[in-house]
């Protein structure tokens, strides 16, 4: 088995059960997991860190990864009108090409910015697995279910048994790539675009699979209005009172969420991704810290469509300043709390053995530059503060998933940079031609 040492890092911020920050240690990686934090390790390739701040990479709770094709083309409007006018009717026209080269400028992007793992939703799912395959990254892959009828006013049964085949299909196709970085997700777009037997029967799937059960709820004031109106139940309520409610339930945006709901989602080990970005950019609302931080969120960047990149060094700061301007309360959130959001809390949500630096864990591992400007001046004191508030995604200088140096001085090893963003413009302009 091979090793890799990272060699005398500068700083070591290790998200362990302590969140110590180590200085002047080595990292021995042997495989694809860290089997050791010391001094004077031996390895059989070296990379000097004595310049670099090492932490966990990034991982991404929620995405729509293809739609990296659709940056800039929506913006200025109100989710509905977003959805409904715009985007719903562009990815009508999609050909696999447009998922491949979106997805690939995606995951391009998730590397170059520190982003070691994403969780995943949309349609023609097996391209987007192949893409991260070819590119490295770990993910968690579904495709989105949706059995509404085209005319939007109800539920089509056909449809329902067509969505719910093309998931058993990625499933086996994931299956088939044999690569432990690829794992199949259940993905029901939300409770408003799928039917009651839908929800139903891909929890089910998702039990039997042991595979997250990835779904949008309560993003929207209107959405959480309508499901009153014509269930008599808020979607949390409504969701609990199905039995769906889980510790396998990946809950995007949770914005208009009530203290009974936040109660229901803590008893029933529920988790929720925070999109603060996208959630501010669509002006859909700012979901109760109180309640974040309760049940231990992660973070995402939703879809470059609504954010408008997947910088997760840019949704980390967000998600700190918002929640103290939206109670007045500078206090309320810290930069440590963002940072394990980023991380350890993602990492535990998809029920994946990282997010820390620490020995047993996988070497999902970035780099910083510790003479980038904007994270300096720099000391053991401000490290956190100036990852969280100060640094970027251009910061990152090497990226190391699953043990394998992915980036090494920001230029990704596994793909050419310049072939996707040839490929990806060459799309978007046959799609908006």
């Known amino acids: 088995m091979s090793s890799l040492l990272l060699k005398n890092a500068r700083y070591i911020i290790t998200q362990n059960s302590g969140r110590e920050v180590l200085e002047n240690k080595d990292i021995l990686i042997e495989g694809n997991t860290i089997s050791e934090i010391g001094e004077h390790l031996k390895g059989d390739e070296e990379i000097d860190c004595s310049r670099n701040i090492v932490m966990p990479g990034l991982i991404n709770l929620h995405t729509h990864s293809a739609m990296n094709l659709l940056k800039g083309y929506s913006d200025d409007l109100k989710l509905v009108d977003w959805l409904s006018k715009k985007v719903w009717p562009i990815e009508a026209k999609f050909q696999p090409e447009d998922v491949k080269w979106g997805s690939m400028l995606a995951f391009l992007e998730m590397v170059k910015t520190g982003t070691t793992c994403f969780n995943d939703m949309y349609f023609s799912s097996d391209i987007i697995a192949k893409c991260a395959q070819t590119i490295g990254i770990r993910g968690f892959i579904g495709y989105g279910l949706i ?15 067509s969505e719910l085949k093309e998931t058993l299909r990625i499933r086996d196709f994931i299956r088939s790539m044999h690569d432990s970085k690829i794992t199949f997700a259940v993905a029901p777009h939300a409770p408003y675009a799928c039917s009651e037997e839908l929800l139903l029967k891909a929890k089910e799937i998702a039990d039997n699979e042991h595979a997250p059960y990835h779904i949008h709820v309560s993003e929207t004031k209107k959405e959480v209005s309508d499901s009153v109106e014509q269930f008599g139940k808020r979607p949390v309520v409504r969701l609990h009172d199905m039995g769906i409610l889980d510790s396998n339930v990946i809950m995007a945006h949770a914005v208009w969420v009530n203290d009974t709901e936040w109660q229901m989602l803590k008893g029933t080990k529920t ?35 609504s954010n408008n990149n997947l910088n997760m060094f840019e949704d980390m700061k967000m998600a700190a300043i918002i929640q103290k301007l939206s109670v007045g309360d500078a ?16 990492a535990d949500a998809l029920r994946i053995n990282a997010g820390r630096i620490e020995p047993d864990k996988l070497a999902d591992i970035i780099t910083l530059n510790v003479n980038q400007l904007m994270i300096n001046p720099l000391r053991r004191d401000n490290l956190i503060s100036n990852i969280v508030y100060s640094a970027s995604g251009a910061d990152v200088h090497d990226t190391i998933i699953d043990g394998k140096v992915l980036m090494r001085y920001r230029k990704v090893l596994t793909v050419s940079q310049d072939e996707v963003i040839q490929k990806a413009n060459e799309r978007s302009n046959i799609l908006f031609s």
């Not at 939007?152 to 048994?161: A, P, Y």
């Not at 206090?331 to 993602?346: E, K, P, Y």
């Open 147 to 161: 059995d509404l009828n085209k005319y939007g006013s109800g539920f089509d049964e056909e449809k329902r048994k």
């Open 271 to 305: 988790k929720v991704v925070n999109c603060p970005v996208s959630n501010l950019k669509l002006a859909s609302g700012i979901p109760p810290w109180h309640g974040l931080k309760e049940i231990h969120a992660g973070l995402g960047t939703d879809s470059a469509a």
């Open 331 to 346: 206090s309320l959130v810290t930069a440590q709390d963002v940072l394990d959001m980023a991380t350890c809390n993602g």
